[in-house]
């Protein structure tokens, strides 16, 4: 996965209880290496879905390089980091990600994170409020939120059938047309907008061995959660990005969700003409809002 990331940035390991997390973050020129112990870590989280991983945010990380640590991994079961063959659950992620953040990190941290990964954040902001700073969320959801399921696309009798569940995850993740299809009709607005390198890259993140297990927990429904009945605890400043047309998850539950609590969630961003991955489709739009979120907060 390391040939997907954007100059300048390698890849580090971190350990954690439920296995070893890779991350990416400055390594080498043209960023000042020498410096980035003394920066203010920017941690980016990626969604879960066939292939998730840190590429995801890698069109945004870079215009904040100069001034942050960037610190994006690949979570547990996912990319380059471990997949342990295991019946994945939401508390997997709950400990490795605070065990990751302490590791790589001096609290409190700013998080950028997106889709399920956001919602979890929500709740581990609540849980460990002084592991962070911010939230800078992009289409939080915990895909059965308001008790309302809406990310699970196949139903469980066939996903659980020995065997047909190898055959939906090599045909539908680790085929090439298949993820092309998968971008272009349900996680992008604009299909033109998926590039050669997307495709490869959430390809290759789907290819590594083991990789289907965490892939059919969440197709599965095993990692949902409602997430309107942690939200209104939230005390950590937020702001929450939207794509305007982001399908299973829309607009109007974003709004719906922000609702429950105006005092943290500060602002709420509709991202217009994108989808569920506005930072991987529209990167200039999420990169200002980003900017001035930080700018607001005074994150430096």
């Not at 059919?216 to 309107?228: H, M, N, P, R, V």
């Not at 929450?240 to 709004?255: M, P, S």
């Amino acid at each position: 996965m390391l040939q997907f990331q954007p100059p300048g940035f390698g890849q580090k390991v971190a350990h954690t209880s439920v296995g070893f997390m890779t991350y990416y973050t400055q390594t080498t020129a043209p960023w000042l290496i020498a410096e980035t112990e003394n920066l203010p870590p920017l941690v980016f989280l990626h969604n879960f879905g066939g292939g998730a991983c840190a590429y995801e945010w890698s069109k945004v990380y870079p215009a904040f390089a100069a001034k942050y640590e960037i610190i994006a991994p690949d979570l547990i079961g996912w990319g380059e980091s471990a997949h342990p063959v295991r019946d994945y659950q939401i508390n997997d992620y709950l400990t490795s990600i605070p065990e990751f953040i302490r590791h790589t990190c001096r609290p409190p941290v700013t998080v950028i994170a997106s889709s399920l990964t956001a919602a979890l954040m929500i709740r581990l902001a609540i849980a460990h409020p002084f592991l962070f700073q911010a939230l800078f969320l992009v289409c939080p959801s915990g895909f059965d939120d308001f008790g309302q399921g809406t990310g699970r696309r196949l139903p469980l009798g066939v996903i659980n059938i020995p065997l047909l569940d190898d055959f939906i995850y090599t045909v539908g993740a680790q085929n090439e047309l298949a993820v092309r299809n998968f971008l272009q009709s349900f996680l992008f607005a604009k299909p033109e907008r998926v590039s050669s390198e997307m495709v490869q890259a959430f390809l290759a993140s789907a290819k590594q061995p083991n990789a289907k297990f965490a892939a059919l927990a969440f197709l599965q429904g095993k990692l949902y959660f409602d997430l309107s009945l942690y939200i209104q605890q939230l005390t950590i400043p937020t702001v929450i990005l939207w794509g305007e047309k982001a399908q299973f998850t829309n607009v109007q539950l974003g709004q719906r969700l922000r609702k429950l609590n105006t005092n943290a969630i500060r602002d709420f961003h509709t991202i217009p003409d994108a989808g569920v991955l506005p930072h991987l489709e529209r990167p200039e739009i999420v990169i200002g809002l980003l900017q001035e979120f930080l700018d607001l907060h005074n994150i430096n």
